[in-house]
């Protein structure tokens, strides 16, 4: 029988922001926000509004928001306001709501100015196999979030997080986001979160990107914003250390990954109910 137990090696993040600890079995911890900053006001909405309901559930919770969305499939696609505007915009937003904050790298010479904002560095699934880019994620000493490509079975992982292990950081969260099925489609295997969990390292579940349909559009990627709900009590009832979702006020407004975005009105209500199948996990 595969139980959900505390990791014999968890990763702690200690910030003035609050102190976080992955993999103890404990509690879960949740990776939210929106995909990308559109503008100041938009993320600090909902940055706020995360914070409340976060707080009133006691969840630790780090806000996720990407400064560029490098892999868009047209040029014509919203990317951002550029990298180091945007981090100083989220710069001020994390320290004006009082929290951690994770973004996504690219490309090596993005990582070391990151750092300087980002409590978590988050490798994206199309480049979790690039050597340059993880070595040098590493070498932050920051926490590395490493989404799990869509190519690449639950084992693959082993190898990939040794890369940062090995350049001399072993602050490595997993994060299953699904695997390509077929044309436009992504599927999740539930055995695979025990099966990377087992490689010692916390596991993330991101119900987001989860439900993804790749370039559905022609232009863009569609998706299922719908299951992201049953994914996160899916996951959560295997056996989790996080959740990653985004959210958004009005998704069907939204710049990026909108047919994927939790609308942020029904952020309480999927929360109160993972937060009651964890708890099952210490009966």
Not at 18 to 34: H, M, R
Not at 36 to 54: G, H, L, N, S, Y
């Amino acid at each position: 029988m595969t139980e959900f137990k505390p990791l014999k090696k968890t990763v702690t993040l200690e910030s003035k922001f609050g102190n976080i600890t992955w993999g103890d079995g404990k509690t879960f911890t949740l990776f939210a926000g929106p995909d990308i900053i559109e503008d100041d006001a938009m993320v600090i909405e909902t940055a706020q509004e995360i914070k409340r309901v976060t707080s009133a559930l006691d969840i630790p919770w780090v806000l996720k928001c990407s400064f560029d969305k490098a892999n868009r499939q047209s040029l014509k696609s919203f990317r951002g306001p550029g990298m180091s505007q945007a981090l100083k915009s989220l710069e001020k937003i994390k320290v004006n709501v009082g929290c951690n904050f994770l973004t996504d790298v690219h490309e090596t010479i993005q990582v070391k100015e990151t750092a300087e904002y980002a409590e978590v560095l988050q490798i994206p699934a199309f480049l979790s196999r690039q050597t340059d880019l993880m070595v040098e994620t590493a070498k932050t000493g920051r926490i590395i979030h490493i989404k799990k490509g869509q190519f690449l079975a639950p084992w693959d992982m082993r190898a990939i997080a040794h890369k940062a292990v090995q350049s001399g950081n072993d602050k490595i969260l997993l994060c299953e986001r699904g695997t390509t099925f077929g044309y436009n489609r992504l599927v999740n295997d539930m055995t695979g979160l025990i099966e990377m969990r087992n490689l010692g390292f916390p596991v993330i579940m991101d119900c987001t990107h989860s439900t993804q349909l790749p370039g559905a559009t022609g232009e863009s990627s569609g998706g299922r914003g719908e299951m992201v709900w049953p994914l996160g009590r899916a996951a959560m009832a295997v056996g989790v250390d996080g959740i990653f979702l985004e959210t958004h006020p009005n998704p069907e407004k939204a710049l990026c990954d909108g047919p994927t975005s939790l609308p942020l009105k029904n952020l309480e209500v999927v929360l109160k109910n993972l937060k009651k199948i964890f708890e099952t996990h210490k009966d």
